[in-house]
């Protein structure tokens, strides 16, 4: 089993920055993939993207490309979500999972959540 812990979630202001942290724990977090996911109100759960267990392979969904950039630190049970450029449809409810292999879609643990809010 593993707990994920997202923070780092806040108000910020349209071109701003902000980075997410998702801390584990029960079992170390070099053995699994992470990824990030989003979900806007009254909108489906929305990929954003993944890591490998390494750190040494990314990948993005089209919308956050070049503004947004994952990393992990494995050494420290923790994944990254830094965000820049940030504009108002970033806005919603982030959250880190974490599962054997880089997915858009399936993972077999997840946090419980950070909110951002982007305003103009």
């Known amino acids: 089993q593993v707990q994920l812990v997202e923070s780092g979630g806040g108000w910020v202001q349209a071109g701003g920055s902000l980075r997410l942290s998702c801390v584990a724990s029960g079992r170390a977090l070099e053995n699994y993939a992470m990824g990030w996911f989003r979900q806007a109100p009254g909108k489906e759960r929305e990929f954003v993207g993944n890591?490998?267990?390494?750190?040494?392979?990314?990948y993005y969904t089209n919308s956050v490309k070049g503004r947004f950039t994952i990393s992990r630190d494995n050494a420290k049970n923790t994944g990254y979500l830094q965000m820049s450029s940030l504009k108002p449809e970033d806005t919603a409810v982030y959250y880190c999972?974490?599962?054997?292999?880089?997915?858009?879609?399936?993972?077999?643990?997840w946090g419980q959540g950070t909110q951002v809010t982007v305003s103009t």
């Open positions: 999972a974490a599962g054997a292999v880089p997915s858009v879609r399936t993972y077999a643990y």
């Open positions: 890591i490998n267990r390494s750190g040494g392979i990314t």
